[in-house]
């Protein structure tokens, strides 16, 4: 007959492929072309006879329906796939519309109902049982929940970072950076705190990132600590942190203006650069000007000595990693003498950082690291500087 619909069966429960076998042949307007245990043999069926509707099981060896729905529509672009489980699950239903299924039905409908919704299927319409409605329905409403709980967490984010470029819940401390020859203060680094936040101001950071905030929260905090430098000894220099994004940002001279001789720019990302040579040309129009470039916790990954190598700085900041314990440890008084001899031979300034201990900073002296910042001295807090203790210190070679 010119209207027949011609159907194949896939399931992997033998007593199922009779039963719906059966009930087709009591069909004039049905006429099936075969049946298939597993998703191979479906696949292969469906390209010997291209059947119109193609009734698979969720669940069946060789791949599992999915992979069976996939496969049939790329060899048989006309078959109307009709997706057979007794899983009810809303993963299921997802799965299989995902490969391209246009109809649903739970094992052990009724028989009218599958009739019914093969030949709806077959001519260009869906079929989903109620339980699939109502399971469909319940996880699209969860997605959009989820997707606005997302949104609403977002925006409550955003709105919390934009308070923090604002200078609301936000402050800057200084830590100085010694001679430890002299005692004297040659610099001090600016760091950003967040009140009212157990994390780190690293993980506050992130969390602008994560809001495309991340280089407005850093710009504001490198403002606030250029209006501090009339507060700071007129001989030291200030040092802030900045992201290779925000070193490439070309609003940055602007905001550095006249203050460029008297500032030193850590780079603090750890992440690869894409462009060294753009990063370097946007820095040698700063540093023309009398800007110092740094590089940040050298000696904690292989990304701090690539920048050192590719972005030629004037200072190298070693860890604390390297620098803490370094008076009792030989494989990190290796390291760092590794490093003087680096910076010597490159013309650098080597400073360590997280010096705690005088030990430490024995040690440090003796393999010739002269310049340092750490709890040793000073924690960071308000301006002005103050550095206590020197005296205590022993003298150099001592």
Request: aromatic share 6%; charged share 25%.
């Given at each position: 007959m010119a209207d027949t619909i011609r159907v194949m069966i896939a399931d992997d429960e033998a007593e199922?492929?009779?039963?719906?076998?059966?009930?087709?042949?009591h069909e004039e307007e049905l006429e099936l072309i075969g049946t298939a245990a597993d998703a191979e043999e479906a696949i292969a069926l469906a390209v010997d006879h291209r059947p119109d509707v193609a009734v698979v099981d969720v669940v069946m060896p060789a791949g599992g329906g999915p992979r069976a729905t996939r496969e049939i529509l790329r060899s048989?672009?006309?078959?109307?796939?009709?997706?057979?489980?007794?899983?009810?699950?809303?993963?299921?239903?997802?799965e299989m519309f995902r490969a391209g299924a246009v109809g649903y039905l739970v094992k052990g409908a009724a028989?009218?109902?599958?009739?019914?919704?093969?030949v709806q299927v077959a001519r260009g319409g869906t079929s989903l049982s109620a339980e699939v409605i109502d399971s469909l329905v319940s996880e699209l409403s969860s997605h959009l929940r989820r997707e606005e709980e997302a949104s609403l967490d977002r925006a409550g984010r955003e709105r919390r970072i934009?308070?923090?470029?604002?200078?609301?819940?936000?402050r800057l401390v200084f830590q100085p950076i010694v001679d430890m020859q002299t005692g004297a203060i040659v610099g001090a680094e600016a760091l950003t705190r967040f009140d009212d936040d157990d994390r780190s101001p690293e993980a506050t950071f992130a969390e602008a990132s994560r809001v495309d905030l991340h280089l407005e929260l850093e710009v504001a905090a490198i403002r606030d600590?250029?209006?501090?430098?009339?507060d700071l000894p007129a001989d030291a220099y200030l040092s802030v942190n900045a992201s290779c994004a925000t070193a490439m940002w070309p609003g940055l001279a602007e905001v550095v203006g006249a203050d460029a001789g008297r500032l030193v720019?850590?780079?603090?990302?750890?992440?690869?650069?894409?462009?060294?040579?753009?990063?370097?040309?946007?820095?040698?129009r700063l540093r023309e000007r009398g800007m110092r470039?740094?590089?940040?916790?050298?000696?904690?990954?292989?990304?701090?000595?690539?920048?050192?190598?590719?972005?030629?700085?004037?200072l190298i900041k070693a860890d604390l990693s390297i620098v803490r314990g370094i008076d009792a440890d030989d494989g990190r008084r290796a390291l760092a003498s590794a490093l003087v001899s680096f910076t010597r031979q490159m013309g650098m300034t080597i400073v360590a950082e997280g010096v705690e201990?005088?030990?430490?900073?024995?040690?440090?002296?003796?393999?010739?690291?002269?310049?340092?910042?750490?709890?040793?001295?000073?924690?960071?807090?308000?301006?002005?500087?103050?550095?206590?203790?020197?005296?205590?210190?022993?003298?150099?070679?001592?």
């Open positions: 199922l492929r009779s039963a719906l076998a059966e009930l087709l042949a048989s672009p006309g078959t109307r796939v009709i997706a057979l489980s007794a899983h009810e699950d809303r993963r299921t239903v997802l028989g009218g109902d599958i009739v019914q919704s093969i934009r308070r923090l470029v604002a200078g609301t819940g936000r600590a250029l209006a501090r430098l009339p720019l850590e780079i603090t990302e750890h992440e690869a650069v894409e462009d060294y040579e753009a990063l370097v040309e946007r820095l040698e470039l740094a590089i940040d916790d050298a000696g904690a990954g292989f990304a701090s000595f690539r920048h050192a190598l590719r972005l030629g700085p004037d201990t005088l030990g430490e900073l024995e040690t440090l002296r003796r393999i010739g690291v002269r310049f340092a910042q750490g709890y040793v001295f000073a924690r960071p807090g308000p301006l002005p500087l103050r550095v206590e203790g020197f005296k205590r210190w022993p003298a150099s070679g001592s």
